[in-house]
C-alpha cells in the first residue's frame, strides 16, 4: 500500500488572532488535492488551537507543538495530552529540534512522550535530526537512529506515528537538504526501521523532511523515492504553504 503524502504547517511562536484567522482562510479558499493524496495538518500554538480548529475546513486537520510527558496534574504551564483529546486535536508534534537544543528534551523524554501520546490516543509527529556538527562529523545516521530508537523501544506501534527528518542545520535558515542528501537519510531510516522494528513498519510508516521547504524546491524534494511529504515551518505561514501541498501530486504521477 502507498504511504499517503503528508503535509504538516508547524506554525511555531508565531501570530496573533487576526493572523491566524487570515491564515486559516487563505487555507479554507484553497484548492487542494483531495484527502486521499494527501494529508494536511497544521500546527498553530496552544492557545489558537480552538480557534484555528473551529474555523479550518475538514480536510484539514490540527495539531499541537507539544505536550506533558504523562497524565496532567501539578505541572504548571504545561498541557496535557487529555486535554487535546478532550479538545478534539488529533494531533501532537513532539520532539521537535528546538524544543531539544532549547529546553533540552532528551532523547528518552520524547519516547515517553511519544508513548504517553499514543496512549491517550493522539496521533503523533516525532521529529528527529541532526546537527550542523554532527553532520560534520560524520555521525549523521547514528544521532538520527539513536532518536529514532529511543522511540521505538517505547512504543508498541507505528500506526499512528508520522517520522519527521529535519536536520537541525536547515531548520530555518534557507539551507535546504538537498533531493539527495534528504533521501539517503529517509533511505537510512525506512533501513534502520526494517532491521530494527519490522519491515511492514518500514514499509508503511511515513518520512517527512523538514527545513527551509518552500514552494520552490518542494517539487524536487517530493520526487525522492523515501521522502514522503514535509514539516513546513515558516512557509506553512504564508500562501506559498498551497504550493507545498500541491507537490503531493508530483508522488501520485510518479
Ligand atoms: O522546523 C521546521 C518545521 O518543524 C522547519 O522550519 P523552516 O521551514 O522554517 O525551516
Redesign the pocket.
Known amino acids: 500500500m502507498a504511504r499517503k503524502f503528508f503535509v504538516g504547517g508547524?506554525w511555531k511562536c508565531n501570530g496573533t488572532t487576526e493572523e491566524v484567522k487570515k491564515i486559516v482562510n487563505v487555507l479554507n479558499q484553497a484548492e487542494i488535492p483531495s484527502e486521499d493524496v494527501v494529508e494536511v495538518v497544521v500546527s498553530p500554538p496552544y492557545v489558537f488551537l480552538p480557534v484555528a480548529k473551529s474555523l479550518l475546513r475538514s480536510d484539514i486537520k490540527v495539531a499541537a507543538q507539544n505536550c506533558w510527558v504523562r497524565k496532567g496534574g501539578a505541572f504548571t504551564g504545561e498541557i496535557s495530552a487529555e486535554m487535546l483529546v478532550n479538545l478534539d486535536i488529533p494531533w501532537v508534534v513532539l520532539g521537535?529540534s528546538e524544543r531539544r537544543a532549547l529546553l533540552n528534551e532528551s532523547n528518552e523524554f520524547v519516547g515517553d512522550k511519544v508513548e504517553y501520546a499514543l496512549s491517550q490516543g493522539l496521533k503523533v509527529i516525532a521529529?528527529i535530526g541532526e546537527t550542523l556538527e554532527q553532520r560534520e562529523s560524520g555521525s549523521t545516521m547514528a544521532v538520527v537512529a539513536a532518536q529514532t530508537k529511543a522511540i521505538a523501544d517505547k512504543i508498541k506501534s507505528w500506526d499512528n506515528v508520522v517520522l519527521a527528518y529535519?536536520p537541525v542545520w536547515?531548520?530555518?535558515t534557507g539551507k535546504v537538504a538537498s533531493p539527495a542528501q534528504a533521501q539517503e537519510v529517509h533511505a537510512e531510516l525506512r533501513k534502520w526501521l526494517a532491521e530494527n522494528v519490522s519491515a511492514e513498519v518500514a514499509q508503511t510508516t511515513r518520512i517527512i523532511y523538514?527545513?527551509?521547504?518552500n514552494g520552490g524546491n518542494c517539487k524536487e524534494l517530493a520526487g525522492q523515492a523515501d521522502v514522503d511529504g514535509f514539516?513546513?515551518?515558516?512557509?506553512s505561514l504564508k500562501p506559498e504553504f498551497i504550493d507545498i501541498i500541491k507537490s503531493a501530486t508530483v508522488k501520485k504521477s510518479a
Open positions: 508547524n521537535h521529529c529535519e536547515a531548520i530555518g523538514g527545513g527551509s521547504v514539516l513546513v515551518g515558516g512557509a
